[in-house]
């Protein structure tokens, strides 16, 4: 039995290739594990399908009414936008992610603490797989119902598709950590009901879920967009894939995406150590 | 690089204590604070090899301990080296190194069947595939996990989830086991089998070991070294005999007797206890005197039916600990 135990230290290997292995299997597991709610997925998918005909005809009335185009959109570019926003919604997961939140309340979050992986970066691998199998299951039938029923606005410029790839990779890390956080907030309050009802208003505006945002006065919209990394999580996305603005502009807004990735993740590490050192595991 | 040389102590404690603040309501809206002491300079070195029981009563502070050995709590004082580590800063690496079972949680993937679960560990912890399968075949045959390696952890019952977490502890060959209460809440037969298992892996005579439980029998069967706290403090340390001769256990001399004497039999060095059975049956307690001699005396001086020696029970003296008197709390 003696091969179950050990008593020598293992070798220490800061190979980046292995820690690459690692994290793509955390993130195979967190596709595997999200792929086992087959029915959750289904519902999902015909419900965002659903208020995608709602969003897109509202939209498209709006346009009607100022004569074809508002705020620089074609009819064309609103149907996209809406369609893919659909798509995109169970991607980047707006709402609906309380695990942490409920790991902490629970204590089960030792355990995430008794790993040798940093714990954003095993939920970051977890969450990278869940969007991969949403990106399969979600975000495919919006889009092909979309594309079935109304006039799409297909990219024009090649580099435009690997560019909404990235940004929405992108959009996927950035939304990740703002859920962390609020999630973050159960080691300091216990209960997150309040700061999640928060992040569910705001975050459906903000994002342009609603509508777009560049329905906004500028004076609102630049401080929004730079200022705050709500634009990043839809709104950038959808203006790139729609080619709403010329490609400096396009990569300019993805540069803003990856800025924001960058702050998120390191704020991430920051709340976790600090809450790590008040953290509190109660009964047992 | 860190680590521990042959001879050093793999867990050391000096001082350690963890202090929590609790907010009592104290009017409508006014709330005070409360400091409580869950441990309370706790002092303790285990070296290789060593299978220590770890034992106290609710809110002793065992627990509290264990998740600052693991590095999963901050002391608020005090020193703790694990394999050579600071728990709390450099508890990534610490994780290698250990393996870890709370009874009451679970460190496995809930949609996950154990299988894999077991593979994500073997990337987490960076195990060769093929170490990583021959440890695992032990595992499975040691502790018969193949009834239910691809049933989701959500539907595994407890005794086979536990199983399950033993082997979870052990996949990546950890050189310190912490186990807190792995056999809470599990029926006689998964029970024995997870005993049994840590009985084996004792075997060796190089498996580090903390076990908390509840249950003595564990503590008997698989820990020569008894640790016992009590108000966040060290009460006894050391062998279950030691334990015993400091807290006046005995055996005891059982004589069951055909009629009932007219005269109470005396002997030296073995007071009697008590009288059962309409006086059909003596018990006899072996203070200074041996088991053997009170058997021989009493064989002289009565005609015995049947006679047993019982050995002391940990239960009671454990219970006669966690009885004694809180310490005054000063200030």
């Known amino acids: 039995m003696g091969s179950v135990t050990a008593t020598v230290p293992p070798p220490i290997s800061r190979n980046i290739i292995l820690w690459f ?13 999200y792929s086992t709610y087959r029915q959750a997925t289904l519902a999902g998918a015909f419900t965002n399908t659903v208020f995608g005909f709602l969003r897109c005809y509202v939209l498209l009335a709006v346009a009607g009414g100022a004569g074809g185009i508002v705020a620089g959109y074609t009819p064309a570019q609103l149907a996209t936008f809406v369609w893919v926003g659909q798509g995109l919604l169970a991607v980047v997961l707006l709402w609906g992610w309380t695990d942490l939140a409920e790991r902490i309340r629970t204590g089960e979050v030792a355990s995430d603490l008794l790993r040798p992986v940093h714990p954003v970066v095993s939920y970051l691998a977890t969450d990278l797989g869940r969007a991969g199998y949403a990106l399969v299951t979600r975000f495919v039938p919006p889009v092909l119902t979309g594309l079935l029923f109304f006039d799409f606005k297909l990219p024009d410029r090649w580099p435009t598709v690997p560019l909404f790839v990235l940004s929405v990779a992108l959009a ?42 560049r329905f906004l006065p500028d004076w609102i919209l630049v401080p929004l ?57 109660q009964g047992g | ?61 065992k ?18 080296r694990v394999c050579g580590f600071t728990p709390v800063p450099q508890r990534t690496r610490l994780a290698l190194r250990i393996g870890v079972v709370f009874g009451q949680r679970s460190q496995l993937w809930w949609d996950l069947p154990l299988r894999d679960s077991f593979d994500l560990l073997r990337h987490i912890y960076r195990v060769p595939g ?41 996949l990546h060959r950890p050189e310190v086991l912490f186990l807190d209460e792995p056999t809470i809440g599990l029926d006689v037969v998964s029970r024995q089998a997870v005993r049994s298992f840590l009985a ?35 009460v006894h340390d050391g062998s279950i005999e030691a334990l015993h001769t400091r807290y006046g256990s005995r055996r005891l001399v059982v004589a069951d007797l055909d009629e009932p004497l007219a005269e109470t039999p005396v002997l030296a060095g073995a007071p009697l206890l008590r009288t059962e059975a309409d006086g059909r049956r003596l018990v006899f307690a072996c203070e200074s005197a041996t088991a053997s001699t009170v058997v021989a005396g009493l064989a002289q001086l009565v005609a015995l039916r049947d006679i047993a020696i019982v050995e002391p029970d940990i239960e009671d003296v454990v219970t006669r600990l966690y009885r004694a008197p809180a310490p005054v709390e000063p200030g």
Not at chain 1, 193 to 209: C, K, Y
Not at chain 2, 205 to 232: F, K, N, S
């Open chain 2, 130 to 170: 093929a170490e990583h399968a021959a440890r695992l075949r032990r595992c499975r045959t040691l502790l018969d996990l193949d009834g239910f390696l691809d049933v989701p952890v959500r539907q595994l019952s407890l005794g086979q989830r536990m199983r399950g977490e033993l082997t979870a502890a052990l």
């Open chain 1, 225 to 281: 967009w730079v200022a705050t990394p709500f634009p990043s999580l839809l709104q950038t996305p959808l203006d790139v894939v729609i080619e709403r603005d010329a490609w400096p502009v396009q990569s300019g807004m993805v540069a803003l995406q990856l800025a924001w990735a960058g702050l998120i993740l390191l704020g991430c590490r920051t709340v976790q150590r600090r809450a790590e050192r008040r953290l509190v595991v």
């Open chain 1, 172 to 213: 996927v890390v950035i939304c990740f950590g703002c859920r962390y956080l609020v999630n973050a907030t159960g080691y300091w309050l216990q209960d997150v009901r309040g700061p999640m009802i928060l992040w569910t208003l705001g975050s459906g505006v903000l994002a342009g879920l609603y509508f777009p945002l």
């Open chain 1, 21 to 33: 292995r690692t994290f793509t299997a955390i993130a195979g597991s967190g596709f595997r594990r």
């Open chain 2, 1 to 61: 690089m860190t680590g521990t040389g042959p001879d050093e102590p793999v867990i050391e404690v000096r001082g350690l204590r963890k202090e929590f603040v609790v907010r009592v309501r104290a009017g409508r809206f006014r709330r005070t604070k409360r400091v409580v002491t869950a441990v309370d300079g706790i002092d303790l070195t285990v070296h290789r090899g060593e299978m220590v029981g770890y034992i106290g009563p609710n809110g002793a502070g």
């Open chain 2, 63 to 80: 627990s509290t301990t264990l998740k600052m050995l693991t590095g999963v709590l901050t002391p608020s004082a005090g020193e703790v």
């Open chain 2, 200 to 234: 084996e892996l004792g075997r060796a005579g190089d498996t580090t070991l903390l076990l908390t439980t509840h249950d003595l029998a564990d503590i008997e069967r698989l820990c020569r070294r008894l640790v016992v706290i009590d108000h966040g403090g060290v």
